[in-house]
């Protein structure tokens, strides 16, 4: 994945990618990720990227020409067909995990533009394939935003996370949440690791764990399993699990 994050501040930004997994995968190249302040595109002395609002009222405005001129420059010449343009918003779409697949497989060069104050001018909208949102609430900037959707969208790249810790059986992967995990010791303050899972036997742990995974979808997202593949013996596991 080939990113450019636009942004006034660029700390917050490099401090959530500069880390363990996303940090492997930048030093492996499958992650290319480069931070541009967009206060380097402002003109003037005081190097100003805001404004206050036509029409009035509270707060600043991220003036249009130093992110326009941001976005060029990180599209490289010919306007933005190279490269997919990302606006966080709260008003895009939610993200979500098959949007994650999507991103982790999308060839083109990412550009996520991070907005602040009270938003940005809003013709900045016209230079955006798309606007993304992190979900129904207000952040104060799009840093934390852009860093979430760009490390959910890396961990599914091929080789970014090793074998032991595949994202294949994660949430969401098989259209259901996962299944409940355990580590040493096997009994805490009275609590014990599934008996199953101390079995040693193959088959029964893979039944449990499918098991489980079924009931934590059941109880807490039943709105997913309507969108999972179902094999058979899922169909009679949550026959079990709706007869205990
Ligand atoms: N006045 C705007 C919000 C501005 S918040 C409105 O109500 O629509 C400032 C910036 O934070 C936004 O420009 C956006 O880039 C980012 N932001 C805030 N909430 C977000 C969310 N849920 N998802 C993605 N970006 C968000």
Redo the contacts with the bound molecule.
Sequence with gaps: MNCEVLTLFPGIVEAAVGDSILKRAREKGLLNIKITDIRSFTKGKHKTADDVPFGGGPGMV?KPEPVFEAVEAAAGGDGNKAARVI??????PA?SHAKAVELSRETRKLIF????????DERVRTLADEE???????????EL??AAVIEASTRLIPGVLGDDESAGQDSFCEGLLDYPHYTRPAEYRGMKVPEALLSGNHAEIRRWRRKEALRATMQKRPDLLEGAALTDEDRRLIEELENE
């Design positions: 991220m606006l966080m918003s709260p008003q895009g993200f533009i991070c907005g602040r104050y009270e938003g940005i993304l949102s992190l979900g129904d609430f207000v952040l104060s900037g799009g935003a852009a």
